[in-house]
């Protein structure tokens, strides 16, 4: 794979290269970056559409703003970073995008560790205004003077600290300055009055009496021509320096110059590697089974039994791959509330609460988002809703992205049943448990990987709470294999009958949120050590728990889980070697204390 | 203590009673309302001013919707609870204000255990759209026809779900009634854009252009006398049915009929017993030194000698005893975000990236709305702010105030230092420490009780994490005691002298976040018993780390701390019985497995 050739790009270095550029030049410049996105997302995949959208206005901030010239410079706060490649590849770091053997270098996000143009480590969404808040104000208070801008769109708006920080950023002061990039999308559809708002600001060229933005305080610019270089060059000038906090309301097209990503802008939000050389396209095939594909399956046969049964999620429909023929299908019985995971948990707690049914679906990493809801909202009031929990696990994902908190996130919180189910019957069962039942609020930890078929019927009643289940009876070590870490416990006893002629006893907890004592005390009378295994964090999460109730005993216990650390990309093999997490490692460990 | 006699509430048994009375009587009404306020707060203590603020508008909701009549009925729900007083006195609660036998029995939030005519257990803020948005869709999906109205005032518009909620129930296409309870306060002043518009809305009796539910989508009714019934009955009646949704923005007077609490309206929010059988009043006296004494003067002296310091808080200064003193001679140096601890976790990160030097107070209960904050805006960024967790420990509070949660939550995020200061010297050190170091996101837990002056100057260097100090050295039994619970540790080793005649080591472990390995591994050699004390819950908890660590060794480990559980105003007798959180209950526990 050789580097791609860019015109104009090839000379930037740093934002002061920006600045020597005619519009003209300018322009060229914008068709390499998108160059330099497509070739990227091509190799390693990553966010194309708000990228593409952004290369303009990303160009024209660099040219107005004093980025790297004065000294304060000014800052630039990218929100989510689902718009921060073209600040990358004009920051020093461009190679990470032309050439494929730079591509591993650099991260698909904000990162102060790869410039002193990034200012914070940045993947979660809505936070910008509210850090700009802080860098202002910090600013303010060693009596400095310069820009600092907050980038916020794609959605981003509607989550509640972007509200919190835009509440408090309009009574700063000082020079604080929002650019709101208006690509007419969240990650799938804008949801709720706000976008409504903003709708009619384009419509009137931001002139309709009800203004949003004003309604802080804020000073507001409206700028239609959002991919026009050298309107957007007049719009910044206009706002550089001022002493008052300032919206300028800018509008683009997500996924410009690529026209399935333009036409399908939801697909084209994020591909995986293959856009262009594998020609990927928004129809794709017919996906073989899945969690995935069998929890829609479920929703729809549901929703047809019990018009009170309501699919709900917080922007990311695509992760559960609930599509438009799915939303389309359920109608009034679905709600996408935007990116807002509080209200998603509030809404379905007052739904439950009510008598409704609902089903939540949520990232690990994003459920995280709404702690208080998950406690106040939801737990103290035992409502019996529904959560889905996908993409928990350790994997080499960003570190603004693990999946590996969600169990002591929500499993140390009273009341609320954590179920880790190890195949699709359990799943199954677990989910139409929950949703039938009215006694508590349920998460259920969707595998990530391992779609297991175990070919049995569950016939559980999960009712009865913290029950384990006995796989395998056996002797002198039992292994605890929760969620889809389940077949690596069948391994490990695999493997302590082959290496150490251990029949070990194989449990499959199920529930996250308790503790099976019956069972627990009864190994005693025949096991020396009980492992677990939890594919997350140790600290606070399922083996502690197991630990501590052996406290008091002969029982030994080794937990494995991933270590208490935010990894950045770190390849699983590296991983599952740090943290022990193979049937040899592990019949090792057990070895040396049996 | 005789019960309170009232005129026309003595025969208030149910909303029903409400319709039946004529204006005048409504009037006479809102007297013993207000009586039956006082009356309680004055004996249990409670929130005072937002209460009597609401009184007129309560018995207009009473009398204008179908709360008790239809089936199925309106719903109301009450942001927060500071304003649910009088609806309970309305809903068949009244002794529980009048008389005094009967005080214990209500809780002072918004408690479905307690009545039909609440929804929801309620105590933090900003909840109550978001809530009432799931139980208007339920509503919807089942076909059924009523009224769904939220309450929603006293700062508790700031919060982020507030803000999430109502960009979502402004696009719910039915009926949604929001009702702004304008009492122009938070629980200390308001902050932000949001309360400078309210502020316009009143002063042009609710005319002007910017205006921003209006840009929500919201219908908007202004209704300038607040606390007039009749004008308050017209408004209810103009919205009773409405099919949009719509915000009746009301303008109160927070504290109403009690003239201390309508002239210092910060001091009236909430109050301690006395408030009219001791007198008490706004002034106060001198405190004796404290937690709370020590950490202002050390601010105030910090922010002389270094501009960059800032003391932030979300709105509940007075929990610190940041008091109006305070933060005048803060000046800039001071940020009350209002309530949106979201923000003002991010807003610390970005003030410490940019070199300044945040100090956020905020408590227990409180923090846990910032999660996702604390994750990623703050520890994925290794942002060297300070936080200062207060009120943490086992008490006797009411299920929404539990300050159980806070080890689990924060210690289990990796890269935060938690520390746990046992003694005045170990505080000042600590903060001292975490105010001018530059590495890590560093929080406090403050202790709640125990205020121990040791005498002995601490020069630890905090920047070597997670290095337990030794208090005692001893053998069999190690007693690790974690904070304010050290006490309780000092006392368990004598308890063990005398009873058992065992030296046992006692340490003070002042790192919650982390383990001193070391240390753990030479207690092996000479002892058999770790204990672990911790004032919080136990899942996800400190001890359970300890637990973990010694799982591959014959170490016996007993944690001790709460169980995972939400108990209502639970006696702390009754908690360290069951907890086993007394020197002769553990010494027991010791004694069975040495």
Redesign the interface.
Known sequence: MTALQTTILENINSPADVKKLSLNEMKILAQDIRQGILNRVDKVGGHLGPDLGIVEATIALHYVFNSVFNSPQD?FIFDVSHQVYPHKMLTGRKQGFLDPLNHPEISGYSN?NESEHD??????TS?SV??????????????EKYNVIALIGDGSL????A?????????LGSNFIVIVNDNEMSIAEN????Y??LKELRDSNGTC????F?????DYIYVEEGNDIETLIKAFESVKDSVRPVVVHIHTLKGKGFEKAEQNKEWGHWSIPGLISQNLSPSGGNAPECYETITKEYILNKVKED??V?AINAATPGVFWWDKEFRNKLG??Y?D??I?E??AT???????????K?IFGVMTSFI??A???L???L???NSPATILVYWGGISSAD??HLGL?DI??I?????IVYLAPTCKEEYLRMLDWSVEQNEHPVAIRVPASNYIVSGTEDKTDYSILNKYKVAAKGSKVAIIGLGDFFELGKQVKEELKTKLNIDATLINPRFISGIDEDLLNSLKSNHDIVITLENG?????F???I??F?????M????YGAF???NDRVSMSELNKKYHLTKELICQ?IQ??I
Not at 119 to 124: K, L, V
Not at 163 to 171: D, K, P, Y
């Open positions: 800052k102060q200012h914070f480590m940045i993947g979660h936070t509210t850090l700009a808040t802080g860098v202002a104000k910090a600013r303010d208070l060693k009596g509607s989550g509640g600290e509200f919190e920080g835009l509440n408090n950023a309009s009574v949801q709720g009055g706000l409504k708002n009496t009800n203004n949003w004003k309604a802080f305080g804020f018009p009170s309501i009034k019985n709600t509330v935007g807002a509080q209200h509030g809404y379905a707690s007052g739904l439950a609460m009510n008598g409704a609902p995280q988002r702690y208080d809801q406690s106040q909202d737990a103290l009031n570190c603004t908190f002591p996130l499993c140390n919180i009273p009341n964090t140790l600290d606070g999460g083996g502690e728990k630990s501590r052996y406290g008091n005993s002969d030994k216990v080794l937990n208490k650390e935010f460990d040396k204390i």
